[in-house]
């Protein structure tokens, strides 16, 4: 197959503490290894797994690395490193996903650089987990799961998620090459008041605007906004032609503010500090 990577995004929030997991399997040049990622709204870890018997799924988010484990009804994780050590267990109700593949007709597009899949959009989680020593605690709790695999993250891309008591929302806009030409293309999708609304290229959405933390998507006649409002991102680590080699700077809990607009109408609006946000358009 080449140098590939497959990796999960779990977002597990309470009132007053986010974390994100990150299960990946990554092979360069024939060799095959695999990586934990722990992201806090303060610290990061990255942990180098061995790529032996290890298992990264892409139709489910399913994952098994040494002795921690990824499903979509839980996580248990017996991790440890020489900065890092979590043990604990969470679990999660049902998910809810998306109508459709986030993808669309992309889907079918055979050597895109990146793919992308949104298998919750928000479901229960409930547990706890010792990162260092400080407890993680989650009692019915929020949380959103998404994935990704190909070769290699777009160079310049955005991509934000927040959940919120009545919402919870995802945009993923990126410079899309094919071949010797590139196009920029968008997905979006909110979930709200038993609805679900997606924002994308091949619905017809286009981006009127990127730069400094702020985008604007439009679609018909709804118009989608979103910025960052502080920036205390933590170095992420990120595929590049397949080994986890690129740096980028991820928000996993940050000050951001939404918006959709429907003929000039707000049809929903929100501002969190719980938001997550990676932004890689230069200014």
Not at 49 to 57: D, T
Not at 180 to 200: E, N, T
Request: charged fraction near 15%; charge should be positive; include cysteine.
């Amino acid at each position: 197959m080449g140098n590939h990577f497959r990796g999960w995004y779990f977002k597990c929030q309470s009132p007053t503490q986010t974390l994100a997991l990150i299960p990946a399997v990554h092979t360069c040049r024939g060799c095959q290894t695999s990586s934990i990622q722990v992201v806090t709204e303060k610290e990061h870890w990255n942990v180098p797994l061995s790529g032996k018997g290890c298992l990264v799924r892409w139709v489910r988010p399913q994952a098994s690395l040494e002795e921690n484990r990824f499903s979509p009804q839980g996580i248990d994780l017996h991790l440890h490193s020489d900065h890092c050590h979590v043990e604990g267990q969470l679990r999660f109700g049902p998910p809810t996903p998306l109508p459709h593949d986030i993808m669309g007709p992309f889907r079918f597009v055979p050597f895109l650089e990146c793919r992308h899949r949104v298998f919750s959009m928000r479901h229960q989680v409930t547990g706890q987990l010792h990162i260092n020593g400080t407890p993680y605690r989650f009692d019915h709790n929020l949380g959103y799961i998404e994935g990704d695999q190909g070769r290699s993250f777009p160079r310049r891309y955005l991509w934000t998620q927040c959940l919120f008591p009545d919402c919870s929302l995802m945009i993923s806009a990126a410079d899309i090459p094919l071949g010797p030409v590139s196009f920029p293309g968008v997905i979006a999708a909110l979930s709200f008041s038993s609805k679900v609304i997606v924002l994308a290229t091949y619905c017809g959405a286009r981006i009127i605007s990127v730069h400094n933390g702020k985008i604007t998507v439009k679609q018909n006649n709804l118009l989608l906004a979103a910025e960052l409002l502080s920036d205390q991102g933590r170095p992420l680590r990120a595929p590049q032609g397949g080994s986890m080699s690129q740096t980028i700077r991820e928000n996993v809990s940050c000050h951001a503010r939404y918006c959709l607009f429907q003929r000039g109408e707000i049809l929903w609006a929100g501002e969190s500090r719980q938001a997550s946000f990676e932004y890689e358009y230069p200014s």
